[in-house]
């Protein structure tokens, strides 16, 4: 980037960004490059809320958060973007992060998308034609890190993986072949392959019971570790120095301190997404009804419709065994017995106090209908 850009980009924020700029590795061509990139979230909860703020303070200078779920008392202990007015209101958390990140650098444009993220909405989410430069996995199932595994490798474009649970944090770079006609800081040549993608390591998601937060609780500082090693590679991909990009699955425990790495500098050439390039996640017309993390609810999206919310709440406020009735802009919350729905506009919903999908989905069809 020539000097004179570099400069009328720093001038106004040189002292804001001066400690970073004075990093050797940042530099004042590196901050200047942080200004015009763009890096994209999935997942707001304890790893994505920790992401969006290390990036936004940083400089990073437009970020799209994508998140399905509402911010809930039980989040406020390691999810670092929101605070109990945002639990009591129930906020979506794409909105929640957006409205604080405007708060301490109101320089970052933040786009906000209240949806989970599915075959059907991800080209218009996460397009390279949107100028996005990285995605950010933070997201807690495998459904969509697999779809969004496909979605990078048919575009040429990297990902971070992340994932924390217990005291037991763990990110890896994947980063795929580039492809003709869409620009990426990745360059294409000899000097610089490609790495494993997420099948090339684990060709089929896991089976059998999986540790979450809701089983195994999480540790803050877990969080954090996890959301740290993942930014700073992101930094390093953002300021131009893809070389310096880490070529393992690295992972920590915090509590025993226990760390292992594994080497993922060689995708597997048999690998079906980026060998044979089979993108079947992508292809999906549906996806499973998911069990969240850190709570006991499961999550109605298979309904991509939109909803009235004054019609619904009418309809919902004449029936007798229906409590605690709100609703704002972003969505609709009812109580009926233990359990509680949560509607958003696009016809998705959380069903809290019940993992079973069967009861989930009558309740479901009983007051949002079919």
């Known amino acids: 980037m020539p000097e004179t850009a ?11 960004y001066s400690r970073q700029i004075l990093f050797p590795g940042i530099g004042a061509d590196g901050q200047a490059h942080l200004a015009t990139a763009h ?20 400089g990073v200078g437009t970020l799209t958060l994508i998140d399905r779920d509402f911010v809930e008392p ?57 100028g996005i430069d990285v995605y950010l996995d933070c997201t807690d199932n495998f459904e969509t890190r697999y779809l969004l595994n496909d979605y990078a490798v048919q575009q ?3 990902w971070i993986y ?31 392959e490609p790495t494993a993608c997420l099948a090339c390591l684990f060709p089929k998601p896991p089976t059998g019971p999986v540790e979450t937060c809701d089983t195994s609780g999480i540790l803050s500082t877990a969080v954090n570790l996890a959301a740290s090693l993942q930014v700073t590679e992101a930094l390093k991909l953002l300021t131009r120095q893809p070389n310096l990009l880490r070529r393992s699955l690295i992972s920590f425990d915090l509590w025993t301190g226990d760390r292992s790495e594994i080497n993922t500098s060689r995708p597997d050439p048999d690998c079906p997404v980026c060998g044979r390039r089979e993108f079947t996640h992508l ?22 419709r939109p909803v009235d919310f004054i019609a619904m709440r009418a309809r919902l406020a004449r029936h007798p065994d229906i409590e605690d009735l709100r609703s704002n802009d972003l969505l609709l919350r009812f109580r009926r017995g233990p359990h509680t729905l949560t509607l958003f506009p696009d016809g998705r919903a959380v069903i809290q106090g019940t993992t079973d999908i069967i009861q989930a989905r009558t309740l479901y069809a009983r007051f949002i209908g079919s």
């Open 156 to 158: 040429g474009k990297p």
């Open 162 to 192: 992340a994932a924390a649970v217990g005291a037991y944090a763990a990110t890896m770079n994947i980063l795929p072949r580039t492809v003709e006609g869409i620009e990426t800081k990745l360059p294409s040549t000899p000097a610089y």
């Open 74 to 130: 039980s989040n406020l202990q390691r999810q670092i973007l929101f605070d109990e007015a945002d639990a009591l209101e129930g906020l979506p958390k794409a909105e929640a992060a957006r409205r604080h990140i405007a708060l301490f650098n109101a320089g970052v444009t933040v786009r906000a998308h209240i949806a989970d993220l599915v075959p059907a909405n991800i080209e218009d989410v996460l397009s390279p034609a949107n």
């Open 6 to 16: 570099i400069s009328a980009l720093l001038s106004p924020l040189a002292d804001r």
């Open 283 to 304: 292809a999906g017309t549906g996806r499973p009804h998911i069990t969240l993390c850190g709570r006991n609810s499961v999550q109605i999206h298979e309904h991509q």
């Open 39 to 58: 890096a994209a979230i999935i997942g707001c909860g304890a790893t994505g809320a920790a992401a969006a703020a290390l990036l936004a303070r940083a």
